[in-house]
């Protein structure tokens, strides 16, 4: 059987670092990740809330390199978890077991979100000043007389 989850989205908060009794570090922290589709009444994509959670050097990673905002790749396995309230009543949570945590930004991107205060991303083109108009960073070249140049 297969139990693989891959999401891709930013953090709602920074991440909580604690530590079990026996000093092992464990990682808790939220993922904002937008749904492929847009609501038919509204027009508005929906946002799903996912919980994560990172144990021993993970957990460490995480809570030294992310903070609110910054764009995340979590890559674990999926779990279950039943538990009761402070009023006695069954609950059931979902959350992400990280195996891994990736950036989902250059770190460019990360610096400049920072400083203008905001956490939007840079598009994919941002920095290439240079690019042909038409949207193609790719120019075709001319054949010459056929030799290669090395």
């Not at 059987?1 to 009794?21: A, C, F, K, S, W």
């Not at 026996?22 to 749904?35: C, G, H, I, K, Y």
């Not at 144990?55 to 903070?67: D, H, I, L």
Request: aromatic share 10%.
């Amino acid at each position: 059987m297969l139990n693989h989850i891959v999401v891709m989205g930013r953090l709602t908060r920074d991440p909580e670092l604690r530590y079990t009794q026996s000093q092992v570090p464990v990682a808790s922290f939220t993922v904002a990740v937008d749904r492929d589709f847009s609501s038919r009444d509204t027009g508005e994509r929906q946002t799903d809330f996912i919980d994560c959670v990172a144990w021993r050097s993970t957990a460490e990673f995480v809570s030294k390199f992310f903070q609110k905002g910054s764009m995340a790749v979590v890559s674990g396995r999926l779990q279950i978890r039943d538990w009761t309230d402070r009023e006695g009543g069954k609950r059931r949570s979902a959350e992400i077991v990280a195996d891994n945590v990736y950036f989902g930004e250059s770190k460019r991107s990360r610096e400049d979100g920072q400083r203008s205060g905001g956490s939007q991303p840079r598009p994919a083109s941002a920095g290439y000043g240079d690019m042909p108009t038409g949207g193609s960073a790719f120019a075709e070249l001319d054949d010459g007389d056929g030799e290669l140049p090395f």
